[in-house]
Nanobody, 125 residues
């Protein structure tokens, strides 16, 4: 049974940073973890992804240079560090998992079968 458990997030001031975690369990093969966010009234947006197979990463243009994704394979945990946050980054952030570790369409939510519970990130002064 695949399970994704998220932690982190909360209230952050503009320009601040926060780290989100996504702990995966139940996988017996490589996998891809994607991070998505959804703000009120907006579509879900893919922001970053990483493969457990080789550590390949992908980022949306809107977060390049500010967000960093990483993986600890020993802990089956993926981290997303969000730096230099702005109010436009306010959203519920979700991690999602897909088996086999391919990076094809890594920022497309249709790729992913398993989803975390979501965590709120609010950026305000």
């Amino acid at each position: 049974q695949v399970q994704l458990v998220q932690s982190g997030g909360g209230l952050v001031q503009p320009g601040g940073s926060v780290i989100l975690s996504c702990a995966a369990s139940g996988f017996s093969m490589d996998y891809t973890i994607g991070w998505f966010r959804q703000a009120p009234g907006k579509e879900r947006e893919g922001v970053s992804a990483i493969s457990s197979r080789d550590g390949s990463t992908d980022y949306a243009d809107s977060v390049k240079g500010r967000f960093t994704i990483s993986i600890d394979n020993a802990k089956n945990t993926v981290y997303l560090r969000l730096n230099n946050l702005t109010p436009e980054d306010t959203a519920v952030y979700y991690c999602a998992a897909d088996p086999y570790g391919s990076m094809w369409y890594s920022l497309s939510y249709n790729k992913y079968e398993y989803w975390g519970q979501g965590t709120q990130v609010t950026v305000q002064g």
